[in-house]
């Protein structure tokens, strides 16, 4: 193959988009696939049109209890004594619990997928012990004939608390006199292993070096070294959380909830009860949004214990400030980065110290953090520290890329500012560093095939980049950001129907039209409609174990089994053709369009042999399970056009262009549809969107009328450009799309900013009052 | 406890009648009572615009209408949308545009662009943005929303 | 939506479903009357909901009875006539901006109510039920004020009329007695030369609460060069909106310059006392006071003037 910087690349219109919806192709290279790539109507569509799908307050059940969760007032506070007796008396009240009511829990770490948890901690934060560590920490529920009933009487519910010092600051979260949140926290340091001896909030230290970092920077031609700092953001998926849980007297517990992953809750609800698994079934309803947020659990094994207590199905709903205050966030952060180059404009050493709000309790993103930091580029010598540090905020969780965005925002507005130093295009210094294949990042990982120039190329001929900018107060930036996406385990059923249509089920959890995508690529592989596929997302007792819908595994490794369960039906057919004709399978080949022939030039469709295999043997089943671990990373760049108010500092975006290395398109509308949501929470998470605590460690800001996520009116049109850089550890090239396009926007934005206004921004939000405070000092 | 009252509406053209506490919201009752689970709650206050029906002509927050004001009114829910055979314009062009992710704010943008397109049948886009912004969606960063009201808009005025 | 009293008392966490109260939805003004003076602490007028509502949801407020207002037909009424413009207390948002000569004759009032909530709010929230609210950050009072209303109020007494800007007197609160509400808003009709609006600053571009509100009317001589008289309104910078009249008077009998106008501004920037809060500091909103003040009066002005300024909402 010719070398990247020899190929010849266009960017044009991908079929079937909207005006701005175009791809980056290169010449001589444009796979052919008949579903793959092309945008049919998604299999759940009309129910959610018209309302018919059910999501997880929709459940209904006889007999069903309405539950309602006390919450704490403090936002840190030692629990003297809960008193529920006048709640128990209310009538209509059929079950109070607290932590009491759940088994002891000890210490051992769970994985769930984007994140890990103790155990000890999740029994904790489900419902506080000992301790309230944030406004909102839940500490007692009730169960009662109405949602009513069940409030007023939680409001009769006696906590006395000891109200403690709040501490709400990563940077002062870490001081030794700081107070402290968790007796049991001690420093664990990784990736040695080793663990300190003493209370604290500094729950992980990660550290990670590559080459002779100090030499390179005293060796550099430029060096230049800013500090950061984010605000906690939450993932703002509009539906609120759910559950509602029935424990049989048998001693089987069904929940129905909405979630990423209905395994992750059927092994957090067991660990959490002290059950077998196979004593839980999940059954997932459709999820109104989750972007990381939606994989803890937090209702469900409250409503099932209240359930236990009860006798009755129960359900329990948060309303939004329940969410805000007690759900979600991702963390807020301080970062200092280091960049060194030389008189070339090539990266010679980076350095980074990372601090990210653990929350509660421990479990940052802090690890992804360190190593997305200097992800997109080839660094030769790197240091890279940090550290995942517990707030009296709630419990962080994985939200979109989680810890990516923060550390692009560094790195990518130093890159900036080197380029102007050094007087190089943004675009040209990218292409010259780009991460290329064999690159070894700082944390030791060496790269695959990665599409992180491509992207870059796709900016350079975009006519975006191309464009001028229009008016005063205007200016244009980029910035390029890392995902690692994931793999992991995924398993798919797929029936033939004697009609010739394909029944399938999975069970990953759809919340942005996976069932197209993974239908799609089982109809490829079989040659068949995808409208002839039926894909069903089912509960945890009919489908094998199944990871999280996250880490944007889902198209790639559900997509994988869906493959091999086509495959698996290939085979079958074969053989069911080869009883028809009496030869050996070996003989029948399945060709691309659906039809079977023989040795001796028998035919036969897929539709045909569909109508005959209760004659040749029964019903055909294909069988794909996966455990996958070829998933290869992603990288974007974003083009941002802002326009400064310079007497206000209000930042409109006025023009907008994602380009991305998806590695292959499979349903174009609902990658187009990641790229732009992630890239508007990105767009949220720059300009506006932050929790507001007062000194006492009270969410001020618990609504979406102050929590403030962009409406429609504050966008422009979201421009994509689609990069296909085939993954070669999927048939058709899949990477993963979902979290990528949420790294770069506030990089981007601010490094438009300082196009626009000769001001650099270096914290988050770039809200109006900061941006005109620097405007303002810049005048002075 | 206030006592239930009888409230007599029409609810997606046909007449209904319920019983409903003054402190039930329309959203409780047409979820709860009326098992009308189209309607979405998202933030229970005005901000978000899930809940969204049409009250006597115009787009209304149902998490902040009382069930016992719809006396007498008329009351047009997601679920009454789509004709008997296949689905409104509205509801195809989301489909076509692929102009939803997660679903949870479908319904209420229907509703929502619905009202806009019977007062205002070919909307500019800024005209588009502005009257949907009380409408908020997490998931697609609008702009297949938008391209799906376009859509609409000229499946209307064809 | 809402909002009035969430800079003051946030969230403890726990809001909810809703207290229970009794309903009344009576459909004269006398029965609406007396069902307010029957036990005034625990009785609350509701006219579109949009903040009552939730303010019971959170427990902001604990009503024992809510009274229904929209049925009464004085409270509904919407006339402009040679004697001016008569806006029932309950008549909701959409159908003020929806009325196109009323739209173009009082400006700003129009401007107020494109923006309070979105569209599902206009149509049920009313301009009677921001003012009863009395939140220093609502959008309509700054309207009312520069556009010199008078708020009809009615109570076992008989009626009475105050001015807009003496109606309220501190947060959430106002000048109406037990047991009394407010019927109607009367303004006077249009000078031949005269333009008014309002907007706001909010970090988004819709559905904020005003971090800074300024409301401007003004009346220009014959030529449309000079300012005959002009009032100019604050919202958001005080406990309650602000009638800044020494802004007006840096206006009135100016030509119209960029030097008056700025003077307007500097009285505006002058007369506000904010406080720190989530939605924006002290020296923040002082400096946006004065922006949006100039900006303000410059649109009102072009208004006048019958010029098209490109104006949009938000922006």
């Keep these: 193959m010719a070398s990247v910087e020899e190929r010849q690349f266009r960017v044009e219109p991908f079929p079937g988009g909207a005006p701005g919806n175009q791809r980056l192709v290169e010449e001589g290279r444009l796979p052919e696939y008949a579903v793959v790539g092309t945008r049919p109507v998604r299999h759940d569509g009309t129910d959610k049109v018209t309302g018919r799908a059910r999501y997880g307050a929709d459940i209904k059940l006889s007999g069903l209890l309405q539950g309602y969760v006390l919450r704490s007032p403090h936002a840190h506070a030692r629990i003297v004594s809960i008193d529920t007796s006048k709640a128990a008396a209310v009538p209509g009240v059929h079950a109070v619990c607290t932590n009491a009511d759940l088994p002891s829990a000890s210490h051992r770490a769970g994985d769930l997928g984007e994140g890990v948890v103790d155990w ?77 001896d003493t209370p604290t909030n500094v729950a992980k230290h990660f550290h990670y070096e590559k080459g002779d970092v100090d030499a390179a920077f005293a060796a550099a031609e430029l060096v230049v070294e800013r500090e950061f700092t984010t605000e906690t953001v939450h993932q703002g998926y509009i539906e609120p959380h759910t559950a509602t849980a029935l424990w049989s007297p048998d001693g089987k517990i069904t929940i129905w909830t909405s979630t990423q992953g209905s395994f992750m809750i059927r092994m957090q609800v067991a660990e959490l009860l002290n ?30 214990v209240l359930s236990r207590m009860s006798g009755r199905p129960v359900k329990l709903n948060m309303d939004r400030s329940n969410v805000f205050d007690a759900t979600g966030p991702t963390p807020g952060s301080y970062m200092k980065v280091k960049i060194g180059v030389d008189a070339d404009g090539m990266i010679t050493a980076g350095e980074a110290e990372l601090l990210f709000e653990a929350g509660a ?30 707030v009296n905020k709630p419990r962080s969780n994985a939200y979109r890329a989680p810890g990516s965005t923060h550390v692009a925002l560094a790195t990518e507005t130093i890159v900036d500012e080197i380029c102007e130093a050094q007087g190089i295009c943004p675009v040209e210094f990218r292409l010259k560093n780009a991460a290329k294949e064999g690159d070894e990042r700082v944390d030791g990982v060496t790269y695959p095939p990665v599409g992180m120039w491509e992207t870059i190329k796709a900016v350079e001929l975009s006519e975006h980049w191309q464009s001028p900018l229009e008016g005063p107060h205007q200016g244009r930036g980029i910035a390029s950001g890392f995902w690692f996406n994931f793999g992991g385990n995924s398993v798919v059923a797929a029936t033939v129907n004697e009609d010739g249509t394909v029944s399938l089920i999975e069970g990953s959890t759809d919340i942005g039209g996976t069932r197209a995508s993974i239908s799609m690529q089982l109809a490829e592989i079989l040659g068949i409609a995808a409208e002839d596929v039926t894909p069903t997302v089912v509960d945890t007792d009919s489908i094998g174990y199944t990871d999280v819908t996250g880490g944007s595994r889902t198209t790639h490794a559900t997509g994988l089994a869906a493959i091999k369960a086509a495959e698996d039906i290939q085979a079958q057919l074969r053989q069911r053709a080869a009883i028809l004709w009496d030869v050996d399978a070996e003989q029948v080949e399945y060709d691309s369009g659906a039809t079977l022939t023989g040795p001796d030039g028998q035919s036969i469709g897929f539709q045909e042999i569909a109508g005959k295999l209760n004659q040749t043997g029964g019903p055909v089943v294909g069988r794909g399970s996966v455990n996958a671990d070829k998933h290869g990373g992603a990288f974007g760049t974003h083009i941002a056009d802002v326009e400064v108010d310079p007497d206000t500092g209000k930042v409109q975006v006025i023009r907008y262009t994602v380009v991305q290395d998806v590695g292959t398109a499979i349903h174009p509308s609902y990658v187009e549809g990641q790229m732009q949501g992630g890239a508007a929470q990105g767009i949220g998470w720059a300009i506006n969107e932050e929790y507001y605590y007062g000194d006492d460690g009270r969410l001020h800001n618990a609504s979406f009328l102050d929590y403030r996520i962009p409406t429609c009116y504050d966008l422009p049109d979201i421009e994509t450009i689609i990069v296909e850089v085939p993954n070669p550890g999927h048939p058709f090239g899949v990477r993963g799309v979902g979290e990528v396009p949420i790294v770069p926007p506030p990089a981007a934005i601010a490094n438009a900013i300082y196009r626009a206004t000769g001001v650099r921004l270096r914290s988050l939000p770039m809200s109006p009052p900061k941006v005109l405070h620097e405007l303002l000092a810049a005048d002075q | 406890m206030a006592k239930k009252r009888i409230i007599s509406t029409s609810i997606n053209g046909d007449p209904v009648e319920f019983l409903a506490a003054p402190r039930q919201t329309l959203l409780e009752v047409l979820r709860e009572d009326l098992d009308l689970i189209g ?4 933030c229970s206050n005005g901000n978000c615009g899930a809940c969204t029906v049409i009250l006597d002509g115009r787009p209304v927050d149902s998490c902040l209408v009382l069930a016992v004001e719809v006396e007498g009114s008329d009351v047009e829910t997601i679920e009454g949308v789509a004709p008997t055979d296949g689905l409104h314009v509205i509801q195809d062009a989301f489909l076509d545009q692929a102009a939803l992710q997660c679903g949870i704010c ?23 943005r502005f009257h949907l912004a009380g409408n908020l969606c997490r998931c697609t960063g609008y702009d297949k929303i938008v391209r799906a009201v376009q859509q609409a808009a000229e499946g209307e005025t064809n | 939506m809402v909002s009035l009293y969430s800079s003051l008392a946030p969230s403890d966490g726990t809001p909810d479903a809703m207290r229970d109260f009794e309903y009344e939805a009576p459909t004269t003004l006398d029965d609406a009357v007396a069902l307010l003076s029957e036990n005034p602490a625990a009785v609350r007028p509701l006219a579109g909901g949009t903040d009552l509502i939730d303010h019971i949801r959170t427990r902001r407020l604990e009503p024992d009875v809510v009274v229904d207002v929209k049925k009464i037909p004085d409270l509904n009424v919407l006339e402009l006539t040679d004697e001016g413009l008569r806006l029932g207390a309950a008549v909701p948002c959409y159908r003020i901006y929806g009325d196109d000569e009323i739209a173009a004759s009082y400006g700003a009032l129009a ?28 959008d309509s009072i700054p309207s009312l004020i520069a556009l010199a209303a008078r708020v009809v109020i009615a ?4 009626r009475r009329e105050v001015p807009a800007e003496e109606f309220c007197t501190g947060p959430g609160q106002n000048v109406l007695e037990n047991g009394e509400l407010v019927v109607e808003l009367l303004f006077a009709p249009r000078p031949a030369v005269g333009g008014s609006h309002y907007r706001r600053f909010i970090p988004r571009n819709e559905m904020d609460i005003a971090v800074v509100g300024v409301g401007a009317s003004v009346e220009l001589d014959e030529a449309a060069e000079s300012f005959v008289a002009a009032r100019i309104s604050l919202a958001a910078v005080a406990a309650t909106p602000l009638f800044v009249e020494a802004a007006g008077a840096a206006l009135a009998g100016q030509a119209v310059s960029d030097d008056a106008i700025a003077a307007a501004a500097a009285a505006a920037r002058e007369a506000a006392t904010p406080i720190d809060d989530m939605r924006g500091t002290i020296e923040f909103r002082k400096h946006i006071c004065g922006v949006l003040t100039e900006r303000v009066i410059r649109e009102a002005v072009a208004r006048a003037r019958g010029e098209e300024t490109g104006y949009r909402i938000g922006r």
């Design chain 3, 155 to 158: 109570g076992a007494g008989g």
């Design chain 2, 39 to 42: 309607t979405k709650e998202g």
């Design chain 1, 120 to 196: 000890y901690h999740l029994n904790q934060n489900v419902l506080a012990n000992d301790k309230v560590l944030y406004t909102g920490h839940a500490v007692a529920a009730v169960a009662a004939d109405s949602v009513h009933v069940a409030e007023e009487a939680a409001k009769l519910i006696e906590v006395e608390y000891e109200v403690l010092p709040p501490v709400l600051d990563v940077r002062e979260a870490r001081l030794a006199d700081a107070p402290v949140l968790n007796d049991d926290v001690r420093t664990d340091r990784q990736p040695v292993g080793e663990q300190g």
């Design chain 3, 111 to 138: 401007d107020s109510c494109r923006i309070i909530g979105g569209t599902q709010i206009q149509s049920r929230a009313s301009v009677g039920g921001n003012l009863c609210n009395s939140g220093p950050a609502a």
């Design chain 1, 275 to 304: 059950v077998p698994s196979s004593k839980v079934k999940v059954v997932p309803m459709e999820i109104g949004g989750g972007f990381g947020g939606k994989i803890a659990v937090y209702l469900q094994p409250v409503a099932a």
């Design chain 2, 106 to 128: 479908t319904p209420g943008f229907i509703m929502s662009t619905k009202a806009l397109l019977e007062e205002n049948a070919s909307p500019t886009e800024d005209e588009i």
């Design chain 1, 361 to 390: 309790f421990p479990g940052s993103p802090i690890n992804p953090g360190c190593m997305c930091v200097f992800a997109c580029y080839d660094v030769p010598n790197g240091r890279i520290d940090g550290y995942d540090i517990c």
